[in-house]
Structures are given as C-alpha cells and as structure tokens.
C-alpha cells in the first residue's frame, strides 16, 4: 500500500504560484505512475496532471502551459509547480498513485489527505 502526504498548500493572488508536493512511502515509488486531481466545493475531482514511470506526462487542457509535474524517484516525491494561478484553480489538490499499464497509466487508487489551494482575485 502506499501512503502519501501532501504539502505546500496555501493562499495566493490571481497570477501567482505555488508548489505543492507529494512524498509517497510503502512501497517502491519508482514503479507508480503519479497523478494530481484536484476538487473544487460543489464539483467533481478532477484529473489535473500525471506522469508515468518513463516520465511522460499528461495536462488537463484547464492547466496546460501553467502547470508541471515532475518527479524525483530519488526522494520518492512528485511535484506540481502551478503557475499563472486563476480563482478557477481552487480547489483541494490530492496526489494519487496507480500502477504501471505498460504505456499508460492504470486506475488511480492509493490517494493522500489532500492540501488546499485557495487563489483570490
């Protein structure tokens, strides 16, 4: 099982940026694909990004050329750089994890607590 633990949540301005993490621990970390979704009050969570193992990545079109996953298999971390942050990204970020596909990424199915992102005009 694994077990992961967000971080870097916090309130910001319109336009701004933040980094959230995501240290993953149980298991070996390097075989996982990774994932952030997030949900905002009243909607549906929602994929935002992922990466799998050979460090391809996936964007919701929300997010795309403002966000960036990465990983460092050698910290057993994945990371979200969001930038040019809109009021439209709040939302609760969550980090999961799902197993390898071969080329893609299967369901996403270990999750952590989650860490908010509050962005205001």
């Known amino acids: 099982e694994v077990q992961l633990l967000e971080s870097g949540g916090d309130s910001v301005e319109s336009g701004g940026s933040l980094r959230l993490s995501c240290a993953a621990s149980?298991?070996?970390?390097?075989?996982?694909?990774m994932g952030w979704f997030r949900q905002a009050p009243g909607k549906e969570r929602e994929e935002v990004a992922s990466i799998h193992t050979d460090s391809s990545t996936w964007y919701a079109d929300s997010v795309k050329g403002r966000f960036t996953i990465s990983r460092d298999n050698a910290e057993n971390t994945v990371y979200l750089q969001m930038n040019s942050l809109k009021v439209e990204d709040t939302a609760t970020y969550y980090c999961a994890a799902a197993p390898v596909w071969g080329e893609f990424c299967g369901t996403f199915r270990d999750w952590g607590q989650g860490t908010q992102v509050t962005v205001s005009s």
């Open positions: 149980g298991v070996t970390y390097s075989r996982y694909c």
